[in-house]
Antibody, heavy 116, light 111 residues
Framework: EVQLLESGGGLVQPGGSLRLSCAASGFKFNHYGMNWVRQAPGKGLEWVSAISGSGNSPYYADSVKGRLTISRDNSKNTLFLQMNSLRVDDTAVYYC?????????WGQGTMVTVSS | QSVLTQPPSVSGAPGQRLTISCTGSRSNIGAHFDVHWYQQLPGTAPKVLIY???NRPSGVPDRFSASKSGTSASLAITGLQIEDEADYYCQSYDSRLNGWVFGGGTKLTVL
């Protein structure tokens, strides 16, 4: 069974940092690209970042370039999102998600609140 | 402004059939990238209704179906039920943005 479990969310002040994790299981983790998607309160879904299976190719939405960094540890089947210089408008539920041969899978999300 | 365009809202009576459209461009749906559809209830993670243009995960009723043509896709729901009230999103991949793109979401109301 494919499972994605996010963690690391919380309350942080503007300008602060946070590191999100996504523990994956049930599939060959290093064979698939992974994504972070976020949803601000009352808003739609927004793709944030993606990384290839090898970890060599990261991609970012313009809104987060230079502030958020995606990475992965294939030995631990874990995806990360390092979030620096956080802004109030980064407040959202952050989901990790992947498109496998057998379908698209999402985690349950972790809430990030940026507020003073 | 979302890359994929969906109607903000649709409504129908129980038992009716309705469709939700999703319009993209030549760099996403028109480039034959897969379209996926999600249902989201308040406070919950998106649930995959359709993946790979027209495939239903196990457990999704066959009342839900999807199609794609050119730069557009659509989700059809037949035999509308009260529990279908939710937000629906389409998603694809965009070769210019090198990432996933979403529609703005459609709020379905069952009258």
């Amino acid at each position: 069974e494919v499972q994605l479990l996010e963690s690391g969310g919380g309350l942080v002040q503007p300008g602060g940092s946070l590191r999100l994790s996504c523990a994956a299981s049930g599939f060959k983790f290093n064979h698939y690209g992974m994504n972070w998607v976020r949803q601000a309160p009352g808003k739609g879904l927004e793709w944030v970042s993606a990384i290839s299976g090898s970890g060599n190719s990261p991609y970012y939405a313009d809104s987060v370039k230079g502030r958020l960094t995606i990475s992965r540890d294939n030995s631990k089947n874990t995806l990360f999102l390092q979030m620096n210089s956080l802004r109030v408008d980064d407040t959202a539920v952050y989901y990790c998600a992947t498109n496998l041969t057998q379908g698209v899978f999402w985690g349950q999300g972790t809430m990030v609140t940026v507020s003073s | 402004q979302s890359v994929l365009t969906q109607p903000p809202s649709v409504s129908g009576a129980p038992g009716q059939r309705l469709t939700i459209s999703c319009t993209g461009s030549r760099s996403n749906i028109g480039a034959h990238f897969d379209v996926h559809w999600y249902q989201q209830l308040p406070g919950t993670a998106p649930k995959v209704l359709i993946y790979g243009d027209l495939n239903r995960p196990s457990g999704v009723p066959d009342r839900f179906s999807a199609s794609k043509s050119g730069t557009s896709a659509s989700l059809a729901i037949t035999g509308l039920q009260i529990e279908d009230e939710a937000d629906y999103y389409c998603q694809s991949y965009d070769s210019r943005l090198n990432g996933w793109v979403f529609g703005g979401g459609t709020k379905l109301t069952v009258l």
